[in-house]
């Protein structure tokens, strides 16, 4: 069964890099089907879509983050990345990763989350 | 850019039924779906094209979307259901998520 487990850095400086990580085991992120997704959270608010990208490597932003948004995809590894350039206090959130089925046209799989917080 | 609007906050009683709307504009002609998330946890599928429900998920949770709303029902509700509820839906490629809503089981 296909499991997400996000890493990354918990806490990141302003105007630096926020990068995180997620793993996918238990089946391929090459299966057509599927893209893969970074959502995030910040503390007592709601969710925010952010990004996604398919096994073959072409990303989407949303438009609001685009310029500093980054989704990468190692299929050798069976894992994708994000990376989040020039972050201040309010990139401070709970970053998930997710499997989009587009079968099913939904967020069908999250991973557990992982908190990055921006602070100096 | 699109937005979708949820009332903060539903309340019900314990084996009543719980709505949460969804309102967006031409909701109806986009696919609809409702996640849940309890405190603490990531969020999980209940709803998807509207109204269909993913395995798991009791047949208490049913949706409707028409129109400039989308609806997600809870029928018999329950302690366990007290959760945050977001819709979500796609626009020009990007996808938009409700502000919430948190339903709470008096």
């Known amino acids: 069964q296909l499991q997400l487990q996000e890493s990354g850095s918990g806490l990141v400086k302003p105007s630096q890099t926020l990068s995180v990580t997620c793993a996918v085991s238990?089946?391929?992120?090459?299966?057509?089907?599927?893209?893969w997704s970074w959502i995030r959270q910040p503390p007592g608010k709601g969710l925010e879509w952010i990004g996604y990208i398919y096994h073959t490597g072409n990303p989407y932003y949303n438009p609001s983050l685009r310029s500093r948004v980054t989704i990468s995809v190692d299929t050798s590894k069976n894992q994708f990345s994000l990376k989040l350039s020039s972050v201040t206090a309010a990139d401070t959130a709970v970053y998930f990763c997710?499997?989009?089925?587009?079968?099913?046209?939904?967020?069908?799989?999250w991973g557990q989350g992982t908190m990055v917080t921006v602070s100096s | 850019s699109y937005e979708l609007t949820q009332p903060p906050s539903v309340s019900v009683s314990p084996g009543q039924t719980a709505t949460i709307t969804c309102s967006g504009d031409k909701l109806g002609t986009k696919n609809c779906c409702w996640y849940q998330q309890r405190p603490g946890q990531s969020p999980v599928l209940v709803i998807y094209?509207?109204?269909k429900r993913p395995s798991g998920i009791p047949e208490r949770f049913s949706g409707s979307n028409s129109g400039n709303t989308a609806t997600l029902t809870i029928s018999g509700t329950q302690s366990f259901d007290e959760a945050d509820y977001y819709c979500?839906?796609?626009?020009?490629?990007?996808?938009?998520f409700g502000g919430g809503t948190t339903l709470t089981v008096l």
């Open positions: 979500q839906a796609w626009d020009n490629s990007a996808a938009v």
């Open positions: 238990g089946g391929s992120m090459s299966s057509g089907s599927y893209s």
């Open positions: 094209k509207d109204n």
């Open positions: 997710a499997n989009y089925d587009n079968k099913s046209g939904s967020f069908d799989l």
